[in-house]
């Protein structure tokens, strides 16, 4: 079984090939960071973005949402997708306006959807992305019915094509605008958690264990990580 | 002048209305407290996402990169496109796995982009963005030289059809799992501004003045929403 997915003419990166990864390491590490996804398929013709909760098993991407959902309905036929993570981690400023970046890390995957059909299917999907998320989750809670099942729809993407691609470092500037003016650096940014706010009607009970990692001022990224490391879905 | 975008077919949330916007005031509001969009287009008939930086004048959406990348070239003909931006405000963990959601603020604008070819309007384009982003900072560094215009290619998009989506409050739940067992609440998250990291070749020269509202510890949206206020490009 290779660990790289192959780079193809739409995945290779032609312009800037040291930032571009092609093995599995490097394409999980940043979905794994992840909780948002943005899917780009065509509707009546015309390109369409949605914004979605997403999560990774094994090279598998899936997601769901609303039954009638006109965007799960289009996916449920089985079209080909393209799905973007991003992550931001900083602003950079150079002493000249073209040294002006930003920092991140990026995956592009290719594939096309299928549509996971059966209450079992779909109930064991969806067990599946709550403990991913939050692990002993389904414990401390109850089953979910099937009339729950019946009111989504859950959606598949077997992962054909991917890249990474990373801009890390600082400032990239030519030798000429050293001396120039203005102060030049990086601004890191991070997606960090804040104090969790409990739902006034359940006052009283603690805190789950499943939601302790998250922990207020951890970044959002690293706990995602930590805990498809520790419990893949 | 109407302030209002024209609900589409593509546009008009059918499931949740409640949750759709299309006023100017709440589209702005979203696109200009974000640094990454997902630009979503056609390239071969295949679907293909971008996450690129870009900011908004009026009702223009802007993007710039390598004036030889595949996608700008793709996007200077002028195609038609969907750009989703999208912020996570929270995780909703809730009694049922049914109820446990996020908490976002998302836009679709849709239109057919083109490319600003002539340097002028790359050179205006391009100080915009670095003054909407830092106001002041042109004029604490050198001018854009031609040969940089030359090497990139900046797109435009007016927005013909946009919405927004926004999900806020806290535990969405049935009133017969409110007797469930499990802890429920909302965990926030906030995208920050970390400790600037100075380039070690500008040691000594002041942190720019441009750069002052990037303190650490402020929302990295909070700090972009007021720039694009009081310094609209």
Chains 1, 2 share one sequence.
């Not at 706010?197 to 009283?204: I, K, L, N, S």
Request: glycine share 12%; hydrophobic share 40%.
């Amino acid at each position: 079984m290779t660990t790289h997915f192959e780079a193809t003419s739409r995945t290779r990166l032609r312009r800037r090939p040291a930032r571009g990864a092609y093995d599995e390491a490097s394409v999980f590490a940043i979905l794994d960071a992840g909780l948002i996804a943005h899917v780009g398929y065509a509707e009546g013709g015309a390109p369409r973005v949605i914004a979605t909760a997403y999560w990774r098993e094994g090279r598998t991407l899936y997601w769901h949402g609303a039954a009638g959902s006109q965007a799960l309905r289009a996916q449920a036929g089985g079209i080909p997708v393209c799905v973007t993570v991003s992550h931001l981690d900083g602003l950079v400023l150079g002493r000249s306006g073209f040294a002006h970046s930003v920092l991140y890390r990026s995956v592009m995957a290719f594939g096309n959807t299928h549509e996971i059909e059966s209450r079992e299917g779909k109930r064991r999907a969806m067990d599946a992305f709550l403990e991913r998320l939050y692990p002993g989750r389904t414990r401390e809670i109850r089953p979910v019915h099937d009339a729950e099942l019946d009111m989504i729809a859950v959606i598949a993407l077997p992962i054909d094509e991917a890249s990474a691609k990373v801009r890390g470092g600082g400032v990239n500037e030519k030798e000429e605008d050293l001396a120039g003016p203005g102060w030049a650096g990086v601004i890191p940014v991070e997606t960090r958690l804040c104090a969790v706010r409990t739902d006034e009607r359940v006052a009283g009970v603690a805190l789950a264990a499943s939601v302790g990692a998250y922990a207020e001022g951890a970044g959002l990224g690293a706990v995602l990580a930590k805990n498809a490391r520790t419990h893949p879905a």
